[in-house]
């Protein structure tokens, strides 16, 4: 174990105890739920866009899971606003990856990029480029 892993778990505990931006928009442009099936993870994930309509300017989050999928979705609230839709789309998981500071294995990994692929989808209904009702990992 280095050093720098122990600080990044220690940030992933920090966000999952106390979550940044948890709650809900009076009135989000656009919001969007996913699940992650295989650990019991929900995120609902609000997000406000500025005048132009394609920058993000606030993020909220809610709902429920593990540490790992609590944790960034709190750092991705933090990410985003500031963000194009654009690069919004552009992200993967290795921005995630790289936010988190930790290894994540496959089953991790799913846990992880919840609430990115939440906000992706949820871009992408409000675009009207996919009609969906809910996000999911399964896949």
Avoid: W
Avoid at 57 to 77: K, N, R, W
């Amino acid at each position: 174990m280095s050093m720098g892993s122990d600080m990044y778990r220690e940030q992933i505990l920090d966000h999952y105890k106390n979550p940044r931006n948890y709650g809900e928009l009076e009135e989000p442009t656009f919001s969007h739920v996913g699940e992650n099936p295989m650990c019991g993870d929900e995120i609902r994930v609000d997000v406000n866009l500025e005048d132009d309509d394609e920058t993000i300017e606030y993020v909220a989050f809610s709902g429920d899971g593990c540490a790992i999928s609590q944790a960034s979705a709190s750092l991705l609230t933090q990410e985003l606003p500031g963000m194009s839709m654009d690069e919004l789309a552009e992200m993967d998981r290795d921005d995630i990856a790289e936010m988190l500071g930790i290894e994540l294995s496959p089953m991790r990994i799913k846990c992880a990029v919840l609430a990115e692929k939440v906000v992706q989808d949820g871009a992408d209904i409000y675009k009207g480029e996919k009609e969906i009702d809910r996000t999911t990992t399964e896949d």
